[in-house]
Each structure stands twice: as structure tokens, then as C-alpha cells.
T-cell receptor
Framework: EAGVAQSPRYKIIEKRQSVAFWCNPI?????LYWYQQILGQGPKLLIQ????????DSQLPKDRFSAERLKGVDSTLKIQPAKLEDSAVYLC??????????????FGNGTRLTVT | EDQVTQSPEALRLQEGESSSLNCSYTVSGLRGLFWYRQDPGKGPEFLFT???AGEEKEKERLKATLTKKESFLHITAPKPEDSATYLC????????????FGRGTSLIVHP
């Protein structure tokens, strides 16, 4: 089974620039998550999709962050404009179905974003 | 608001020195507690799921237990390759379960 694919692995941008991250989940997984992980901290949920609908985006800074999941498969997370405090690792994860409590998350290796 | 607290933040052990990591939680309607391992530069990797108080799961040198308020990850006779950050996450609520993670425990095992 192929894992969760993310790109790019690293990105360095200047503040006020824009950036986009891409995620391809495990085939057949209905639920897709974007997490932000700041160095030394646990992952913080930004947005959770069930198929192509949003389940939760309460912690997504909507003035600068946006995410979409077209056709219920791939997803893109965008930041525009970036701030210094956005420097973090952005993790994408998928699970079989968030409606079943025993669905563990499968993570990609993340995109490390540095904003200078 | 759901809360997950892990302790200690960091733990250094000698090879063979057993210890335990703690994950305490305050959630409404726990549906599952998950343990993950995260290596540097990698995403978290699933280890265990626990559902009800009294449940235990084992994998090699790791054993996870669950009570009504906390979970422990026991590491027996650890080896240097067990060095990693261990994350606890809870799934709570109704309908679609939204995972909440703790900050993790960074474990270093010295040879």
C-alpha cells in the first residue's frame, strides 16, 4: 500500500509571499487532514475533510490559509500572505473514515516551511 | 474544550532502563486513544489504539494501557532504536471524530 505523498519536502519563502502544499492520500481513504507542527510541539489540526466536504476548520486562519480537496482525493493547502510565525512542518494525513473511531491516521513526511 | 497532556516532555534513559510515558486527557465522549511514534524528519507512525478502561496492547518492548483519565506507554528494556518522540492522540465526540494530539514526549535511549 502506497503511503501518503506530500510535496514539496522543503520550502523557503519570504514573508508576505504565497506558498502551496500538495497532498495525495492513501487510495480509498475518505478522510484527509492538514496539521501544522511547530518545532517541539504536537500536531495542531488545521482542517479535516470527509470526502470533499469540510468536517472541521475551526483552527484554520482563514484570512491567510485556504485548503481544498477536489473530487475527494488530492488536496492543496495554501498560505497567502505568509508570516514569520507560519514557519513549521505541514503534515497531511488520511484515514479510512473519520466516522469510525478505530481509524488511525496515516501521515506523510510533511513539508518543512521556513518564512524569512 | 478537549485537552491532552503528555509528560514528561523529555526523557533520557540508559539502554535497558525501563520507564513509562504518561498521557492524560479531558474530553467529552472518548472514542479512542491512539499512540504514535515520530522520528526526526518523518510523519507520526501509528502504534496502538485503545478504546476502554483496562485495555492493554503490546508490541515488542512497548505496552500501552488505558484508564478513565490517562494512558501509559511502558517501555521495557529500551534500545537506542526506540529513541523518538511519542505522541498521544484522542478521538472524541460524535459523528466524525476529530483527533486531538498532545505535545509529545521526546525519548532518548543511550547505549
Amino acid at each position: 500500500e502506497a503511503g501518503v505523498a506530500q510535496s514539496p519536502r522543503y520550502k523557503i519563502i519570504e514573508k508576505r509571499q504565497s506558498v502551496a502544499f500538495w497532498c495525495n492520500p492513501i487510495s480509498g481513504h475518505a478522510t484527509l487532514y492538514w496539521y501544522q507542527q511547530i518545532l517541539g510541539q504536537g500536531p495542531k489540526l488545521l482542517i479535516q475533510f470527509q470526502n470533499n466536504g469540510v468536517v472541521d476548520d475551526s483552527q484554520l486562519p482563514k484570512d491567510r490559509f485556504s485548503a481544498e480537496r477536489l473530487k475527494g482525493v488530492d488536496s492543496t493547502l495554501k498560505i497567502q500572505p505568509a508570516k514569520l510565525e507560519d514557519s513549521a512542518v505541514y503534515l497531511c494525513a488520511s484515514s479510512f473514515n473519520s466516522g469510525t473511531p478505530n481509524s488511525p491516521l496515516h501521515f506523510g513526511n510533511g513539508t518543512r516551511l521556513t518564512v524569512t | 474544550e478537549d485537552q491532552v497532556t503528555q509528560s514528561p516532555e523529555a526523557l533520557r534513559l540508559q539502554e535497558g532502563e525501563s520507564s513509562s510515558l504518561n498521557c492524560s486527557y479531558t474530553v467529552s465522549g472518548l472514542r479512542g486513544l491512539f499512540w504514535y511514534r515520530q522520528d526526526p524528519g518523518k510523519g507520526p507512525e501509528f502504534l496502538f489504539t485503545l478504546y476502554s478502561a483496562g485495555e492493554e496492547k503490546e508490541k515488542e518492548r512497548l505496552k500501552a494501557t488505558l484508564t478513565k483519565k490517562e494512558s501509559f506507554l511502558h517501555i521495557t528494556a529500551p534500545k537506542p532504536e526506540d529513541s523518538a518522540t511519542y505522541l498521544c492522540a484522542v478521538h472524541a465526540g460524535r459523528g466524525s471524530y476529530i483527533p486531538t494530539f498532545g505535545r509529545g514526549t521526546s525519548l532518548i535511549v543511550h547505549p
